[in-house]
């Protein structure tokens, strides 16, 4: 069984940048196809990005695509995400999430959560 966990999640002003790291184990990370997805205070959890088991594609929603970077370290099975230019919007419980598919932005499609990072961002 894979487990995720997310860590790199803090406290950043409005026009800052953060990395957030996933750590996958259990097996090999270039199993897994791996997304990032977020919830905010009150709402439904919406997805960020993803990216293919080799990392050649990639896919972002439109709120995040030219400020954020999905990338992946297979050698070290770790997922990536970094973040810049935030806004307050952007504040959010992040979550990686794998599956063993082609890229997919539902997260429905992905049977495999890590807990989550929490990412504030001040005004």
């Known amino acids: 069984q894979v487990q995720l966990v997310e860590s790199g999640g803090g406290l950043v002003q409005s026009g800052g940048s953060l990395r957030l790291s996933c750590v996958v184990s259990g097996r090999t990370s270039s199993t897994y196809t791996m997304g990032w997805f977020r919830q905010a205070p009150g709402k439904e959890r919406e997805f960020v990005a993803a990216?293919?088991?080799?990392?050649?594609?990639?896919n972002y929603s439109v709120s995040v695509k030219d400020r954020f970077t999905i990338s992946r370290d297979n050698a070290k099975n770790t997922l990536y995400l970094q973040m810049n230019s935030l806004k307050p919007e952007d504040t959010a419980l992040y979550y990686c999430?794998?599956?063993?598919?082609?890229?997919?932005?539902?997260?429905?499609?992905?049977?495999?959560w890590g807990q989550g990072t929490r990412v504030t961002v001040s005004s």
């Open positions: 999430a794998a599956r063993t598919s082609y890229i997919a932005d539902a997260e429905t499609k992905y049977p495999y």
């Open positions: 990216i293919s088991r080799g990392g050649g594609t990639t």
